[in-house]
């Protein structure tokens, strides 16, 4: 059975600086996507990065990138030059064509002003 | 376009009774799931409906928790004699068939359940 651990339940950033939140996952599965939501206080549940195992290429979006080792079974995420509105939880999830995602028990990140 | 949807938004009943959730999907998705998400936990699979049928059942906890679809839209998940431990954020998602490349699922804002 896949699992997704996330080991760090808190983090905090000052405003404009980066920070790295951890996801490992454990699969036997080759072809799968990895996937970090963002879900601040509204509790939606937004898409902040997708990856497919297949692909060697870190994904990026804007200020968001991974860093994702296959090998290593690790998928974290960087967030550069956060901003205060990036305050929320942050879930790292596993799909494979189970049609539904396994996700880790988040990560809350603070950033100060 | 509309996202997905969800009512009530805030639920509180007592101990005992039955509720009923409702999910509304984005238009022409077929894909619907429900979530659940326990206070500090993350969120936990309940149940994916493709179409009107529900491939996958595997996650729903116990036999007082079920779930329907009706016309390829609007799900219900109902939970009879409610106990505290159901006391959770239900979360509904729907994905649609052409995103089988991304295998994004869009979600709605949930439903805040209290069992007193």
């Known amino acids: 059975a896949q699992t997704v651990t996330q080991s760090q339940p808190e983090m905090s950033v000052q405003e404009a600086e980066t920070v790295t939140l951890s996801c490992t996952y454990d699969?036997?599965?080759?072809?799968?996507?990895l996937f970090w939501y963002k879900q601040p206080p509204s509790r939606q549940m937004i898409l902040v990065i997708r990856q497919e195992a297949y692909k060697q290429q870190n994904a990026t979006e804007n200020r968001f990138s991974v860093n994702f080792q296959k090998a290593a079974k690790s998928f974290s995420l960087k967030i550069s030059d956060s901003q205060l509105g990036d305050t929320a939880m942050y879930f790292c999830?596993?799909?494979?064509?189970?049609?539904?995602?396994?996700f880790g028990t988040g990560t809350r990140l603070q950033v100060f002003p | 376009g509309a996202g997905v949807s969800q009512s009530p938004s805030n639920k509180v009943t007592e101990k005992g009774k039955d509720v009923e959730l409702r999910c509304d999907p984005i238009?022409?998705?077929?894909?619907l799931y429900w979530y659940r998400q326990s206070l500090g936990q993350g969120l936990e699979f309940l149940i994916y409906?493709?179409?009107?049928?529900?491939?996958?059942k595997s996650g729903l906890p116990s036999d007082r928790f079920s779930a329907e679809r009706t016309g390829g839209s609007v799900s219900t998940l109902t939970i009879q004699r409610t106990q505290q431990e159901d006391s959770a954020v239900y979360l509904c998602?729907?994905?649609?068939?052409?995103?089988?490349?991304?295998?994004?699922?869009?979600f709605g804002p949930g439903t805040r359940l209290t069992v007193t």
């Open positions: 409906f493709q179409g009107n049928s529900a491939p996958d």
């Open positions: 699969t036997s599965e080759n072809n799968y996507y």
């Open positions: 999830a596993f799909f494979y064509n189970t049609d539904k995602l396994i």
């Open positions: 238009s022409g998705h077929t894909a």
């Open positions: 998602a729907s994905s649609s068939p052409r995103d089988t490349i991304t295998y994004e699922q869009y």
